[in-house]
Structures are given as structure tokens and as C-alpha cells.
């Protein structure tokens, strides 16, 4: 009777974890992809510029995360307190996603600075989520446990994101429905969060950290988790390609609303069925390139999936409608996929059994310092080409720099050119991972565990 009360228990763990991922995957998807990108893009800031400044709260984000992440991984091992800290990130998350619906035209300080704290908080909560992994979940199914959360958070996204587009189909153009939108998804967000906090238990007891501080057991941690690596070659190879081609995947997904608002002229209701699409799309692509990966090999997948990537980007550049803008970007979904979890495959590939801790450790710290860059390289260079290509149809004395529909131009061209910097990345990143051997790098790790 006990232990059916046990699994009972253990199941009810399990689903309010899942139901965290639904909730604040709806942040995901409604603020970082369909809606507050282009909001403060067009009706925030309502020039080129805002391209930068979206850009530059990304970096701003995710350098404070990529600093913090290693502290917060710490507290979450040694303090005991993971649903503390999960509930405070979350409620700093949910607080300020809920404070967008107060941003209006020329707000843009306060824009991105509720913006910048939300994405902290819902960053920094992952660290804690992630951690509650192995309070609800035995050895051996981890993986299942771990795959059922993506999945059923991506069914999260795209609930709230129907919810969202019916309320803009109900007054299309109205910025006040967008700014309600967001409100709503702060709510969404909150409301699946809550099980969690009520039906997880943590089971496993805290770490000792023999006298010392948390602030030393971090860096400690930090200096053992690159120690551990340096001598995995292929591992090695394969992190450097991680680290160049993941700016441009993140670029890439974070500029997905504003490419289409600007160059394609998407409207608010696009942007949602696209990203509803893309949604979708990514679902399908990591079960096809999940299976690929098992029949021929997953590097060998996870450069298919990056040059089908390459391939769309390059689509991007040149298709003249929003129709090529969806089917492009659906593709684009389906191989974003295949990279994002075959990445994390390789990982596993290359990892000793009794090391998987550390080599997934120095993975994310891979991760969160490439996704510094490309957001901040995409947005400083939509808005310089911009300027460039307006400056340069004056001195032609083609237009006058008081002529909008030239400004309008100048940020189409600008915006699509500035993809470039995403391909960039992608092509570069696939360099080192051609050198990457798979059959190596698995030798090795089994003969570490086997020692």
C-alpha cells in the first residue's frame, strides 16, 4: 500500500513538473517569439533602431544569466532549497511579463527593462527546475521523464498562443489587444506553475559544502567542470562548433517575429499561426532527426540539420512574399529541431557514464556564452545596414532623408541583409564539427567508464 502510495505520489511530482514547463513555455513562445519581439520593434520604438535595442536586451539578458547560472546551479545543489529559489525566479518572471502591458509607444527604457528582468527570472528558474529532475524521477527514466516535460510544454506554447490569437482576431491592429496579450500570458504562465510548488518534493538531501561559501563552491565547481574536459578531444572539437553555430541558431529564432514584421509586412495574427506553425514543425523535426540520428549516426544528422538551416537562411534572403516567408520558416523549425536536440545527444555520446553531470555542465556554460553574441551581432547589424543602405540612397540623391517610405526600404533591405551574420555563424560553426569523429570520441568514453 505504501509503495502504490509512493508511485501515486512520485506520478502527481511528475505531472506538476510537466505542467511547469506548459506554463512557462507560454513566455516562450508569446514574448520571445510571437508577439513582444515585434511589439517593441514597431510600436515601441517604431524605427530601425529598435532592431539594436531588442539585440542589446537579449545580450544584456543573457549575459547576466550566463555569469549567475554557475552560483545558481550551487544554491541549487547545496542549499536545499530549489523550490524556494524555483518560486522566486518564477515570480520575478511572472511579475515583470505581466509589467510589458504598461509599455506603450516610446516607452523603450522601461521596455526593455521589464523585458530584460522577465528573461532573467525565466532563465535563472530553469536552473532550479531542471534540478528538481532527479527529485521526481528515477535513474532509469530520466530520459522519458525529461522528454514528456518538452513535449507536453510545447502543447503550453501553442494553447496560449491560440488563446492570444483570438483575442487579436477580435480587433486586429489594436495595439492596447497586444499589450492585453501579454498580460495574459503572465497569468498562463503563473497559474500552470503553481502544482509544482505543491507537489514536488525534494528527496534528495543537499550537499555539504564543508565550511565553505557558496560563491567558492561555484567557481570550484566551474574550474573541475573545465578540468574534466580538457583532454576529450572530439568533445573538445564539437564545443567549439556548439559555440560559433548556436549564436546563429539563437539569433535566427530570436529575430524569427521582427524579419517577418519588417521585410514581409507579417501582421500581429501571422505572426501567431506562424509561430503555432513553427511550433509544430519543431515537434516533427525532433522526432525525424532523433530517429535519423540512431540509423546513421548522430553527427552525422546534426550537420544534415545544420545545412538544411544554412539552406533556408539563405532562402530567407531572397523570397519575395509572406507565403516563402512560412515556408521557409516551417523548415527552418523542422531543422532548428534536429540541431537542438541532436546537440544535446552528442553530448551524452561523448560523455563518460559516471561524468555525464560535468560534461552537460560544461554544455550549458557552452550554451548561455554563445547566446551572448549572435542576438547582439543581428540586431547591431539589421540596424547599421539599415542606416548604410538610407545614407547611401541619399548621396545618390535618389531619395531625401525626410522620404519615410525610403526609411521603410532602407530597414527591409538592412534587415534581410543582416541575415548574413547569421549565416555566418552557421557556416563557420560547421567547420570544426566536419573534424569532430563520433566512433572516437565514443572509444574514449568507454574506455574511461570501463577504467
Not at 66 to 94: E, Q, R
Not at 176 to 198: D, E, G, Q
Not at 230 to 252: C, H, P, R, S, W
Not at 387 to 416: D, F, P
Amino acid at each position: 500500500m505504501e509503495n502504490q502510495m509512493d508511485k501515486k505520489q512520485r506520478k502527481a511530482a511528475q505531472w506538476a513538473w510537466y505542467f511547469y514547463d506548459f506554463g512557462n513555455s507560454a513566455y516562450a513562445a508569446v514574448v520571445l517569439l510571437a508577439v513582444y519581439a515585434s511589439y517593441f520593434k514597431q510600436g515601441v520604438v517604431g524605427t530601425a533602431q529598435g532592431s539594436a535595442l531588442w539585440g542589446l536586451s537579449l545580450t544584456i539578458s543573457m549575459l547576466v544569466v550566463a555569469v549567475i547560472s554557475p552560483f545558481l546551479g550551487a544554491l541549487a545543489d547545496y542549499s536545499g532549497k530549489k523550490k524556494t529559489f524555483l518560486f522566486l525566479m518564477t515570480t520575478l518572471s511572472v511579475i515583470f511579463t505581466g509589467l510589458l502591458f504598461f509599455v506603450k509607444k516610446g516607452d523603450i527604457f522601461i521596455g526593455m527593462l521589464f523585458f530584460i528582468i522577465a528573461e532573467i527570472g525565466y532563465r535563472a528558474g530553469q536552473v532550479f527546475y531542471n534540478a528538481l529532475l532527479i527529485d521526481i524521477a528515477d535513474d532509469d527514466e530520466l530520459g522519458k521523464v525529461s522528454g514528456n516535460g518538452w513535449a507536453f510544454g510545447s502543447f503550453g506554447g501553442i494553447i496560449c498562443l491560440v488563446i492570444v490569437l483570438a483575442m487579436i482576431q477580435m480587433n486586429p491592429g489594436n495595439n492596447l489587444i497586444i499589450r492585453l496579450s501579454l498580460l495574459v500570458t503572465a497569468i498562463f504562465y503563473a497559474v500552470f506553475t503553481i502544482p509544482a510548488f505543491f507537489l514536488i518534493k525534494e528527496t534528495h538531501r543537499p550537499q555539504k559544502r564543508d565550511g565553505k561559501s557558496l560563491f567558492t563552491v561555484a567557481l570550484d565547481r566551474l574550474k573541475t567542470t573545465i578540468r574534466s574536459v580538457k583532454n576529450y578531444t572530439e568533445f573538445l572539437k564539437f564545443m567549439l562548433a556548439v559555440l560559433i553555430y548556436n549564436d546563429g541558431i539563437i539569433a535566427a529564432l530570436d529575430f524569427a517575429a521582427i524579419i517577418g514584421t519588417v521585410v514581409f509586412g507579417v501582421s500581429s495574427t501571422e505572426l501567431v499561426i506562424f509561430v503555432i506553425i513553427i511550433q509544430i514543425t519543431n515537434v516533427a523535426g525532433a522526432f525525424f532527426y532523433g530517429n535519423l540520428g540512431e540509423k546513421i549516426g548522430y553527427k552525422t544528422s546534426l550537420i544534415h540539420s545544420l545545412i538544411l538551416m544554412i539552406i533556408t537562411v539563405v532562402g530567407m534572403l531572397f523570397v519575395p512574399s509572406k507565403l516563402g516567408y512560412f515556408i521557409v520558416g516551417s523548415i527552418a523549425g523542422f531543422a532548428m529541431a534536429g540541431v537542438q536536440s541532436l546537440d544535446r545527444t552528442l553530448v551524452s555520446v561523448f560523455a563518460p557514464a559516471h561524468r555525464s553531470a560535468e560534461f552537460y555542465g560544461f554544455f550549458s556554460l557552452t550554451g548561455r556564452t554563445s547566446s551572448i553574441i549572435g542576438p547582439g551581432v543581428m540586431g547591431l547589424a539589421a540596424s547599421g545596414l539599415s542606416a548604410w543602405v538610407m545614407n547611401s540612397l541619399v548621396k545618390a540623391n535618389l531619395v531625401v532623408i525626410e522620404n519615410e517610405l525610403a526609411h521603410t526600404v532602407a530597414e527591409q533591405i538592412g534587415t534581410r541583409l543582416a541575415l548574413i551574420t547569421v549565416l555566418f555563424f552557421l557556416i563557420i560553426g560547421l567547420m570544426p564539427l566536419l573534424f569532430v569523429n563520433e566512433k572516437e570520441g565514443r572509444k574514449v568514453a568507454k574506455n574511461v567508464a570501463a577504467e
